[in-house]
């Protein structure tokens, strides 16, 4: 049973930063695409970023390039999220999640394709 579960959100005044953490368990973690995504009260769950199994591909919404970097170890089953120059338009829930299909050379940006995810982690961006 795959599980995964996020760390690091927190409160922060815009401009500052945030790492966020997801650890996973339960399938060969190398071997998955792995995304972040955020909902916002009243909004949809929107992709945010993804990054293959690898590491080497990797994917971001475009108005959070430049502010924020996806990367993962896969030693320690863990994919972080190193947000900068936060905006309070940031402040969301934020999900990891671990694509479906094993072996894709590029993370997809639909959310149907994530079959596991997280429980979320708060991160709110005063002004």
């Known amino acids: 049973q795959v599980q995964l579960v996020e760390s690091g959100g927190g409160l922060v005044q815009a401009g500052g930063s945030l790492r966020l953490s997801c650890a996973a368990s339960?399938?060969?973690?190398?071997?998955?695409?792995m995304g972040w995504f955020r909902q916002a009260p009243g909004k949809e769950r929107e992709i945010v970023s993804a990054?293959?199994?690898?590491?080497?591909?990797?994917y971001y919404l475009d108005s959070v390039k430049g502010r924020f970097t996806i990367s993962r170890d896969n030693a320690k089953n863990t994919v972080y999220l190193q947000m900068s120059s936060l905006k309070p338009e940031d402040t969301a829930v934020y999900y990891c999640?671990?694509?479906?299909?094993?072996?894709?050379?590029?993370?997809?940006?639909?959310?149907?394709?994530?079959?596991?995810w997280g429980q979320g982690t708060q991160v709110t961006v005063s002004s």
């Open positions: 990054i293959s199994g690898s590491g080497y591909n990797t």
């Open positions: 339960g399938r060969t973690f190398a071997r998955y695409a």
């Open positions: 999640a671990q694509q479906q299909v094993a072996y894709v050379d590029y993370p997809s940006p639909l959310r149907s394709e994530y079959e596991y």
